[in-house]
Each structure stands twice: as structure tokens, then as C-alpha cells.
């Protein structure tokens, strides 16, 4: 009897204690939240300064990224697409063609995802700058890849791969399945970036994804691509200050989508569970002709009195035809473009007018 008094005694004791520290643990654990809860996740992008460089910084800030942006060094600095957002970026030094200086950023910064923009992204220019094509936008991403490798192998690594990789047709639509067939020495390059990021996922068993995006656009798009080019010519002649708009080819057909779309499937893809490849695309295809005929009619012009064709413009080789099938982002990732052809257009528009007035 008494030895079962004691055991019962001991027995409240240690519920007594076992209470007193989950009174302890549940009152530091709400007046001290633990600290991962609050870490910030730290993504590198690489081409930060470009279009999609600028529309992925916004995305991840606004997810509560800590956003560190590589810049290369200029002689005139370029911050023009990222100066509203740079007092919440971290922008550092390096450059795609220096190794060195991306282990170094990796092992200050110890990014957890890094997205690979940055390239010698113009197709024509490919042709006139062929070995600094190949150099940047081939060898640049086995630097990269090479440099996650060495400093921290469970870097989620995004490749921004290309529709331009199919180059002549083989089949329409385009899916992550198509027989390649670049047709520029920027297609080509780009296709080894896409088979380097395979092969080191398969080789060191890295978390790499390539998005094979088709073209993607914006009032942020560089000046010498078509869209935006046709966009402030239109803007230009509307204000009266220019009387015509030469171009290339008109025939040429794009799968083009919204810039700020895509940025989101590129961040959608390191969230998965596992690695993999997709194409990027809106599933409809417009000519040249096309995007020139809105953007003039958005402004009451006709494009036939303000075009020229003009032979600098052509390509030695083209790709005629380029319309992808998102179905697998569509799919896998919940993925889909949101802004319709005609819009895109429009506020391409709308905003190179709004830019000139703003000069004048
Ligand atoms: P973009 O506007 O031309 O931007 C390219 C970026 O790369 C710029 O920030 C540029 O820096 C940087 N860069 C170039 N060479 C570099 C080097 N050696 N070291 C470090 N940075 C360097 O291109 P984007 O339209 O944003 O496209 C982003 C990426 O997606 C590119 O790789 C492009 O090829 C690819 N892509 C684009 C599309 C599209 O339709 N936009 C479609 C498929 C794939 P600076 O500002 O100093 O020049
Ligand atoms: O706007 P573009 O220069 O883009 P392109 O060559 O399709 O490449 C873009 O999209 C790729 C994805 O497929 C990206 F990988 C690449 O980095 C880049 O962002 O030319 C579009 C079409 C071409 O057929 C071109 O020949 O427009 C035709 N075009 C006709 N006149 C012209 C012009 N292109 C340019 N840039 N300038 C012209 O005067």
C-alpha cells in the first residue's frame, strides 16, 4: 500500500513537470518564434538588368525573396529597368565570362535559387559576334552550372532556354519534344546551354530546369527587337517625329506572350518537387505583319504607308514559323499566360507615347 502511494506521488510529480515545460516551451515558442520562420529565401538572378531580369525581381521581392542581382561591369552604368525596385536589392559584380567571380558571388551569398537570364540575347547580332555569342550564351552556363557544383550543389538552377532552339520547323505545335534545329549561331549556343543543364542534372544529380520560352515582350523590351521597335516607331510617326519604320521580313511568324507572365513559370518551376524541363508559351502564333498592323491601327495610321522593307534587317538564315503547346506548364506547374495578343500590343503602345511626351 504504501509503495503504491509513493509510485502514484511520483507519478503526479512527473506529470507536474512534464506540464510546467510545455507551459515553458509553448510561452518561448510564442514570445520567441523560431528563427527559420522568418528567414528570407535568397534567390541570384543572373541578367538582372534585361527585361525578364527586371519582371523576376519584382515577382520574387513581392514573394519576400531577398533579391541579389548580378551585374556586369560598364562603363556607363544601366540600371534603368530596376531603378524603381534597387533600394531592395543587393547588386553585386560579376560576369559570365569569369568563372571566378561566380564562385566568389555564390560563396558570399549562398543564394538557395539562382535564374540563369543573362545572355548575348539578339539573334541577329549572333551572326557578327559569333565566338562572344557561343562564349556568353553557350560556355556562360557551364560556368554557372560548374560554379553551383563546386560552392553549393542544392542550388535550385533555372536556364533561360529558348523557342529559337527549334529553329527550322519540324513540327507544329512546339512541345518539350520537338526535334532542335537552330537556325543561328544564338540558336546554337542556346542549345548547348539546354543540354548542359540536362547534363549536369543527370551527371550531379543538380535541381536544373531549362524553360524553352518563346518570345516574350514588354515595354521594357530592348529597343532593337521587333516589338518593341514597331512600338516606338508607331509612337514616334504618331508624334511626328519620324515618317517611316524600316524592317526585315514581315512573314516571320512569334508565339508572343507577356514578359511579366513568364517570369512566373520560371519561379514555378524551382518550386516543384522535382527538375524538369518546359516549354513556355501563349499557343498562338501572329506575323510581323500582324503586330505591325494593330499597333498602327491603335493609333488610327496604316501600316502600309509607314513601312519599308529594308534588306540590313534580314536574317541569313530565318525561322519562319514558331508557336508553342504550354500544355506540360500547364499541367505540372499550373501555369498560363494571362495577357491576351491585342493587349500586349496596345500597351506597348500606349507606353512608348507615353515615354516620348514625357522627353518632349
Ligand atoms: P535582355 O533584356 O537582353 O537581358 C540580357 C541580360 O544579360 C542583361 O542584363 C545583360 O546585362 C546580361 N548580360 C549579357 N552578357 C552578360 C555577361 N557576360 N555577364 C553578365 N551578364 C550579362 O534579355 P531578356 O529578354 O531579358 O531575356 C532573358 C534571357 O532569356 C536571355 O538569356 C534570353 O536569351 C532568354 N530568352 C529570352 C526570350 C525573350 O523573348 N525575351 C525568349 C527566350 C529566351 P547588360 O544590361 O549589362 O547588357
Ligand atoms: O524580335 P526579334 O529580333 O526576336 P527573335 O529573333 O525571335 O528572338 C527573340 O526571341 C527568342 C525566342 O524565340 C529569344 F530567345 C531571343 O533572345 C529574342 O528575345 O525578331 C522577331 C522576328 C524575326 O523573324 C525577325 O527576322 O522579327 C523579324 N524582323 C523583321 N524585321 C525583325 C525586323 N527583327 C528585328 N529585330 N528587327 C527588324 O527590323
Redesign the pocket.
Same mark, same amino acid.
Given at each position: 500500500m504504501r509503495a503504491s502511494l509513493a509510485g502514484d506521488e511520483w507519478h503526479q510529480r512527473q506529470h507536474s513537470t512534464v506540464r510546467t515545460l510545455l507551459c515553458v516551451y509553448l510561452f518561448v515558442r510564442l514570445t520567441h518564434p523560431i528563427k527559420e520562420n522568418f528567414v528570407k529565401k535568397r534567390a541570384l538572378i543572373t541578367g538582372i538588368t534585361g527585361q525578364d531580369g527586371s519582371y523576376l525581381a519584382e515577382l520574387l521581392l513581392s514573394k519576400g525573396y531577398e533579391v541579389i542581382g548580378m551585374v556586369r561591369r560598364t562603363s556607363t552604368i544601366n540600371f534603368e529597368r530596376i531603378k524603381h525596385i534597387q533600394d531592395r536589392l543587393t547588386l553585386v559584380t560579376g560576369d559570365l565570362l569569369d568563372e571566378v567571380s561566380l564562385i566568389n558571388l555564390l560563396r558570399e551569398h549562398r543564394p538557395q535559387e539562382l535564374y540563369n537570364l543573362a545572355a548575348q540575347?539578339? %539573334?541577329?547580332t549572333s551572326w557578327a559576334q559569333p565566338v562572344f555569342t557561343g562564349e556568353t550564351t553557350a560556355l556562360g552556363v557551364t560556368r554557372v552550372l560548374d560554379a553551383v557544383r563546386i560552392v553549393d550543389p542544392s542550388i535550385r538552377f533555372y536556364q533561360a532556354s529558348?523557342?529559337?532552339m527549334f529553329g527550322k520547323v519540324q513540327a507544329v505545335p512546339q512541345i518539350e519534344s520537338t526535334p532542335f534545329y537552330p537556325r543561328s549561331p544564338?540558336g546554337v549556343a542556346?542549345l548547348y546551354g539546354h543540354w548542359i543543364t540536362v547534363n549536369y542534372r543527370e551527371s550531379y544529380q543538380l535541381f536544373a530546369c531549362s524553360g524553352i +520560352?518563346?518570345?516574350h515582350e514588354s515595354p521594357r523590351r530592348g529597343l532593337?527587337? %521587333? *516589338?518593341r521597335?514597331i512600338a516606338h516607331g508607331v509612337a514616334r510617326i504618331k508624334l511626328g517625329l519620324d515618317s517611316e519604320l524600316r +524592317?526585315? *521580313? +514581315?512573314d516571320?511568324q512569334?508565339d508572343w506572350g507577356f514578359a511579366g507572365d513568364y517570369v512566373e513559370a520560371m519561379w514555378l518551376m524551382l518550386q516543384q518537387a522535382q527538375p524538369d524541363d518546359y516549354v513556355v508559351a501563349t499557343g498562338e502564333t501572329h506575323a510581323?505583319r500582324e503586330f505591325c498592323e494593330l499597333a498602327f491601327g491603335h493609333v488610327g495610321l496604316d501600316y502600309r504607308e509607314y513601312v519599308v522593307m529594308d534588306e540590313r534587317?534580314m536574317?541569313p538564315a530565318? %525561322?519562319d514559323l +514558331?508557336i508553342g503547346d504550354p500544355a506540360k506548364a500547364r499541367a505540372q506547374l499550373g501555369w498560363q499566360p494571362k495577357t491576351p495578343f491585342p493587349d500586349l500590343v496596345r500597351s506597348m503602345v500606349d507606353a512608348d507615347l507615353k515615354l516620348l511626351k514625357e522627353q518632349q
Open positions: 540575347s539578339f %539573334v541577329q529558348s523557342s529559337e544564338y542556346k +520560352l518563346f518570345n532593337e527587337f %521587333v *516589338t521597335k +524592317l526585315g *521580313t +514581315l516571320a512569334r510581323v534587317f536574317r530565318e %525561322v +514558331l
